[in-house]
């Protein structure tokens, strides 16, 4: 079975600080994405950042990156120079692009920045 | 503005009564999506449609049902058999064969007491 996990079910930070969210995953396949999403309190889930399985290049979107680890079944995300406006549910989400084209998701990881 | 709308935001209803949540799009996209969250929780696929008058049942589709008469609407029905139906609804809708990229609507919480 395909799974996400995300070990950290909260975590806080100082605003300015950086801060890594931890995401794995468990598949058999190879052609695969790889996603982070963000939901604030008003519950919009917002894509942050997506990776594709085949690119070696770790993906970037402004202050948010990630450090993806094939062979580790690794999906990190770090935001550096936190902001308040980061404070949200984070999920990591993976869909397997050779099969049944659904989103599995983590459960997600409530981060704070506090001022 | 392209986008996704669901109404309304919060929904009550007593138990034992059917209702229907509403998912309209028009980002011109084949592709439609239902999933439940719950506290602590992923989200959960319930069904999807890759094309108008089709869908699927994702892994808990037990007590709800779906139609897809037309492209831009996908209104899901919550049915007096889901156990239990409180939760917050969202649905998706990404370009045929590109459910990588799905975009969302805002979502309504539901609460049936």
């Known amino acids: 079975a395909q799974t996400v996990t995300q070990s950290q079910p909260e975590m806080s930070v100082q605003e300015a600080e950086t801060v890594t969210l931890s995401c794995t995953y468990d598949t058999s396949e190879s052609n695969y994405y790889l996603f982070w999403y963000k939901q604030p309190p008003s519950r919009q889930m917002i894509l942050v950042i997506r990776q594709e399985a085949y690119k070696q290049q770790n993906a970037t979107e402004n202050r948010f990156s990630v450090n993806f680890q094939k062979a580790a079944k690794s999906f990190s995300l770090k935001i550096s120079d936190s902001q308040l406006g980061d404070t949200a549910m984070y999920f990591c989400?993976?869909?397997?692009?050779?099969?049944?084209?659904?989103?599995?998701w983590g459960a997600g990881t409530k981060l704070i920045i506090k001022p | 503005d392209g986008g996704i709308t669901q109404s309304p935001k919060y929904l009550f209803r007593k138990e034992g009564q059917n209702v229907t949540l509403s998912c309209e799009q028009n980002l011109n996209h084949d592709a439609m999506y239902w999933y439940r969250q719950d506290p602590g929780q992923g989200l959960r696929l319930i069904y999807y449609s890759q094309i108008v008058n089709d869908f699927q049942k994702g892994d808990i589709a037990e007590g709800y049902s779906v139609s897809r008469e037309k492209k831009e609407s996908f209104p899901l029905t919550v049915t007096s058999a889901q156990k239990n139906p409180t939760a917050f609804y969202l649905c998706a809708s990404s370009v045929a064969g590109q459910s990588y990229e799905q975009y969302f609507g805002p979502g309504t919480r539901l609460t049936v007491t």
């Open positions: 989400a993976f869909i397997h692009m050779d099969s049944n084209y659904q989103l599995i």
